[in-house]
Nanobody, 127 residues
Framework: QVQLVESGGGLVQAGGSLRLSCAAS????????MGWFRQDPGKGRSFVAA????????DYADSVKGRFTISRDNAKNTVYLQMNTLNTEETAVYYC????????????????????WGQGTQVTVYW
């Protein structure tokens, strides 16, 4: 089972940028489809972005399209989420998730499809 550790969260002014990282450890990390989700207090986890095993396919929530970019470096076992033009409504805990997949190009936008989760990293956007 892969282990995931997120980093890169913090305080950012509205309109600013942050880059989150998700370091994966364990066997055959490049066999996992990966995703980013976020969670507000008292709410469920909502989809942000997903990427296929090879990185050639990505999917984004409508609210972040054009502002966020998901990428991965399989040589470094790391997935990234570049977040630009952040707004205060995007304050949340951001989670990285992984799911083994035999298909190279599948992307998984549903949190229920993932088996492994990181501990989360807090992102706070202020005026």
């Amino acid at each position: 089972q892969v282990q995931l550790v997120e980093s890169g969260g913090g305080l950012v002014q509205a309109g600013g940028s942050l880059r989150l990282s998700c370091a994966a450890s364990g066997p055959l990390v490049d066999t996992y489809a990966m995703g980013w989700f976020r969670q507000d207090p008292g709410k469920g986890r909502s989809f942000v972005a997903a990427i296929s095993r090879t990185g050639d396919n990505q999917d984004y929530a409508d609210s972040v399209k054009g502002r966020f970019t998901i990428s991965r470096d399989n040589a470094k076992n790391t997935v990234y989420l570049q977040m630009n033009t952040l707004n205060t409504e995007e304050t949340a805990v951001y989670y990285c998730a992984a799911r083994f997949s035999v298909r190279l190009s599948v992307v998984l936008p549903s949190p229920g499809e993932y088996k492994s989760w990181g501990q989360g990293t807090q992102v706070t956007v202020y005026w």
